[in-house]
């Protein structure tokens, strides 16, 4: 037997997900015709999903923020041309996505001696944090933007390879070839992390 | 996050890499960072202005309604015009032919057909022996 949840219950959540989707698209019409609060509410509702998408494209938490208000004001913009009947949510995040993207190429050049200091860390030891820490940022520098996009999108945030595709313009293939390669070369470069986490 | 971690299940996914992936990657928990953040991207868009198309609509409506007002207006007129001079024509037609004293004789009026003159078969039959 599944643990499917009782039918009420998915009834219930149905609902709730009905009334959600009506109350963004509401908030969607009026943003359109100019008012600003409703602007807010969807910067309230969807601000960390696309912290979350800028922060898995870029290597620090600054370029992150950067791209995160680039993918407001730019999804604020361009609002005229968004189709209520669309998922505000996806269309969003793509603009995100593509600021994050552009932030990335333009810190290619970027020294991985200044990568991000705002990085969490489990470990309690903070030597050992530390160096943990460093490890995987040098083994993150060494993956394109696309394949660390990839990894972290999917393993991290749990998207599937087909809304990853949607997210970057790659095909699906293309971001499962990704994930693969950036998988085994973390795990090349972080060969002994069981050891030490 | 809406996909929670349900990924580490999925084929080659390194969980102690996924967990230091996500210790990495894990977005700032605090309620005042995100206020910060929305007020941030707020305060970007204040000089940024909504130009939809049907808010440009918007700002001529009233002229465009006064405007289609004026053509219907207009049009009538015209249509009331043009209907008041076709009557006073038929009218001033009909009175001149009243009023013109013209004479139609009888045969005319009473007449069914061509007339033929009386010799007219002959002449058909032999044009150059008539």
Known sequence: MTDRPPLALVGTESEARTADLAAERALVLAAQTGDRSAFAGLVQRHQRRAYTVARAIVLSHEDAEDAVQEGFLHAYRALERFRPEQAFGAWLHRIVANAALDIARRRKVRDTDELPETLASPHRDPAEAKELRERLDAALATLGERQRAVIVLHDVEGYKHAEIGDLLGIPEGTARSDLHHARTQLRRLLGNLRSTS | ?130
């Open chain 2, 1 to 130: 996050m809406k996909h929670g971690f349900k990924s580490d299940r999925s084929a080659g996914a390194d969980p102690a890499l996924s967990a230091l992936l996500r210790s990495a990657y894990a977005p700032p928990a605090e309620d005042a960072y995100w206020e910060r953040l929305e007020q941030r991207v707020l305060a970007r868009l204040s000089d940024t202005p909504v130009t939809a198309w049907w808010n440009v609509l918007s700002e001529w409506r009233l002229i465009g309604a006064a405007a289609a007002l004026l053509a219907v207006a207009l049009t009538g007129a015209t249509i009331v015009r043009e209907l008041s001079n076709a009557q006073t024509s038929s009218e001033m037609a009909a009175g001149a032919v009243i009023e013109s004293g013209f004479s139609v004789d009888e045969a005319t009026l009473t007449a069914r057909g061509r007339r033929l003159p009386p010799d007219a078969p002959e002449r058909y039959l032999e044009p150059f022996g008539y």
